[in-house]
């Protein structure tokens, strides 16, 4: 049996992050520069049944028995298993490695789980469509947020930008591919400061239920920034979209979940020359983004670098 290979890309938020959790649209796209990948072994000489996890960079190591059960990754296993229909499966390995930041709005874990989940089912011989394997990851995220929105499963299973809306809890999840018209270049500037998403999105929570007439207001309009922001990436209308991202991040600070660190990338990507910057992912810490025309894309990132950004990322959206 040989070793099975999965790798899956991070993601960003583009528009509508925290709005989406209540029901509004959001964009994400994949973030190819930074991966997670799992690979699974045959546990020559082991019992079936036998299930080997090495998770260096998270320093996890052990058998499956070993391993909190509510860990996520022991999860996603499990969930496999119980998809395929397997009670003993083969001896195996499990490797997982990532190069994507943890709680940095990169969506590592998600990453995580969709490599996880494809590589093992495969190693067991099943192939599992896209759509089956989102569901999986977003029942594994459940653990990591809370109350996902669902579109870190899904721009990560389907590797391409996506727009996204969980509707409003009477309808099922919408997803659509967005074909991007004209490429566009992202800068990404992680604040270095570990902001789990579930945290955000609970301070989010809690002041909706406090003041609910305002932060359904914040949500709505940052639906229709979202929305606009579709139509300009399939039109092309690139120029459109450094404003809508300037009016998005106004939004999330009214939302809370900026920070003076946040800002001030944001304000040296713009005083750089950036087309427009905000907040990506949960916020309070993690990255930020910056629209750049490739030409001073670099430009951008060493006035991240200089303005406290612990790494900087330069994408290209297609
Ligand atoms: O922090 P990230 O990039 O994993 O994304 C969080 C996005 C939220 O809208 C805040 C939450 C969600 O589940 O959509």
């Known amino acids: 049996m040989p070793a099975i290979t999965a790798t899956t890309p991070g993601k960003i938020i583009l528009f509508g992050e925290h709005a989406v ?43 499956l028995e070993d391993i909190p059960h509510d860990h996520p990754l022991v999860i996603a296993i499990k969930e496999v298993l119980q998809e395929t229909g397997i009670e003993q499966p083969p001896a195996m390995i499990v490797r997982i490695t990532s190069t994507i930041p943890v709680a940095a709005g990169l969506g590592s874990g998600a990453a995580v789980s969709v490599a996880m989940i494809r590589a093992l089912s495969e190693f067991l011989g099943v192939i599992l469509s896209d759509e089956r394997v989102s569901q999986m990851t977003f029942e594994v995220e459940k653990i990591y947020h809370g109350t996902p929105s669902g579109i870190d499963n899904s721009v990560i299973t389907y590797q391409q930008p996506i727009y ?22 992202l800068v990404i500037g992680d604040s270095g400061i570990p902001s789990p998403t579930a945290s955000t999105v609970g301070d989010v929570r809690k002041a909706w239920q406090v003041n609910k007439t305002v932060y359904q207001e914040l949500f709505q309009k940052t639906g229709r920034i979202t929305e606009q922001a579709r139509t300009a990436i399939t039109k092309g209308n690139n120029e459109l979209l450094g404003p809508l991202m300037d009016a998005n991040q106004e939004l999330l600070g009214k939302m809370g979940v900026s920070s003076p660190e946040l800002d001030h990338l944001i304000h040296a990507a713009r005083e750089t020359g950036a087309q427009g910057a905000k907040l990506s992912g949960g916020g309070k810490g993690g990255n930020m983004i910056a629209l750049a025309s490739p030409e001073i894309a670099h430009q951008i ?18």
């Not at 509004?24 to 072994?41: E, G, L, M, Y």
């Not at 996204?164 to 270049?185: A, C, L, W, Y």
Request: proline share 8%; aromatic share 6%; no cysteine.
């Open 301 to 318: 990132a060493g006035a991240l670098s200089e303005a406290g950004a612990v790494r900087t990322i330069i994408t290209t959206v297609e």
């Open 164 to 185: 996204f809306s969980r509707g409003d809890g009477t309808n099922s999840p919408q997803m659509e591919i967005i074909r991007v018209k004209k490429p566009f270049t």
């Open 21 to 63: 959790v209540y029901g509004q649209p959001a964009i994400a796209v994949p973030v190819n520069q930074v991966k997670a990948r799992a690979i699974i072994s045959p546990g020559i000489g082991q019992p079936s049944g036998w299930i080997y996890l090495q998770a260096p960079d998270i320093d996890l190591e052990g058998t």
